[in-house]
């Protein structure tokens, strides 16, 4: 009876083990700039609703790693800056560059 649970509890938890690492997440990275071209450095760069984002860096470079896939809205905002937003679709295992 013990080999008996064993046995389901391993195979169980390999499973789930297995289901987990079949997600294929994505990774949305690209660089901001603004209206005359240069970089925008430390704004925060994220996806609306769902509180995965990031800063842009001094070159204006931002990166969010571990994204579902599924259709987003990328939103960009900032102290004294006007926000701006873009709809963004990632499919599974895809990395996008989205630049703003």
Do not use: H, W
């Given at each position: ?13 390999t ?34 609703g ?40 990632i ?10």
């Amino acid at each position: 009876m013990f080999k008996i649970k064993l046995f389901s509890f391993t195979f169980l938890f390999t499973f789930a083990s297995l289901l987990c690492l079949a997600q294929q997440f994505a990774t949305i990275t690209g660089t901001v700039t603004t209206s005359d071209g240069k970089p925008a450095p430390y704004l925060s760069v994220g996806l609306k609703g769902i509180g995965l984002g990031n800063v842009t860096n001094d070159k204006g470079i931002f990166e969010i790693p571990r994204v579902k896939p599924g259709s987003y809205i990328l939103r960009v905002s900032g102290v004294g800056i006007q926000s701006v937003e873009k709809s963004v679709i990632i499919n599974a295992g895809e990395n996008r560059t989205v630049d703003l």
